[in-house]
């Protein structure tokens, strides 16, 4: 049982391009989560989505755009990444929308040069 | 929303129990007390919650202050393998998605 997905691992963009970052689950959950994680602090949300079909923002939605494709899928764009961009990038999901334990992916760490 | 405190860092000593305090003085009714943990640069790991009652499972206890103003992980007997920054965050049907984790505690277990 994998859980939670995500892809690529690691991955380095010049400032200005784009690029999709990829999270899959495989537990049934409807809600899915993005957050990013700066150095030495902590997660900060950027989109969620409570159930299929529905995206809202989150607290730093800026500079991003989602996609809940499909219950499993869940994927965060950068149209035009920039250096404030980089960072760590976890997807989670849970059952439910609250009350309920989320499920974090290994993260995918970008680098904006 | 609630705002939630942590003390920077603890230490602990292997094999004790490891008290981690959590200030959530501006909690709501509904708002439910969820611990989570994270080692070295993985993703977060669920560890418990709870709303207002004392709860338990294998990994740790949770105690909630009856006023619910604060909270307190217990992890009874520490391991190395503990080592983790531990975030403490409050979470509700409104604001799930705006959760956010603070910058939580740096446990260290030493041997």
């Known amino acids: 049982n994998a859980g939670v997905t995500q892809t690529p691992k690691f991955q380095v963009l010049k400032t200005g391009q784009s690029m999709t970052l990829q999270c899959a689950q495989d537990?049934?959950?409807?809600?899915m989560y993005w957050y990013r994680q700066d150095p030495g602090m902590g997660l900060r949300l950027i989109y969620y989505?409570?159930?299929?079909?529905?995206?809202d923002k989150g607290e730093v939605p800026n500079g991003y755009n989602v996609s809940r494709l499909n219950k499993r899928e869940f994927s965060l764009r950068l149209e035009s990444a920039a250096p404030s961009q980089t960072s760590v990038y976890f997807c989670?999901?849970?059952?439910?929308?609250?009350?309920?334990?989320?499920?974090f992916g290994q993260g995918t760490r970008l680098t904006v040069v | 929303d609630a705002k939630t405190t942590q003390p920077t860092s603890m230490d602990c000593a292997e094999g004790r129990a490891a008290n981690l305090p959590c200030n959530h003085s501006t909690i709501s009714g509904n708002e439910y007390v969820y611990w989570y943990r994270q080692i070295h640069s993985q993703g977060p790991q669920y560890i418990i919650h709870g709303l207002k009652n004392n709860e338990t499972n294998e990994m740790a206890s949770l105690i909630i202050t009856e006023d619910r103003k604060s909270s307190t992980l217990i992890l009874p007997h520490a391991t190395l393998r503990d080592t983790a920054v531990y975030y403490c965050i409050g979470v509700s049907n409104t604001n799930a998605g705006k959760s956010t984790f603070g910058d939580g505690t740096t446990l260290t277990v030493k041997p």
């Open positions: 989670a999901s849970s059952s439910t929308f609250w009350n309920t334990e989320a499920f």
């Open positions: 989505s409570a159930s299929e079909g529905t995206t």
């Open positions: 537990m049934n959950h409807n809600s």
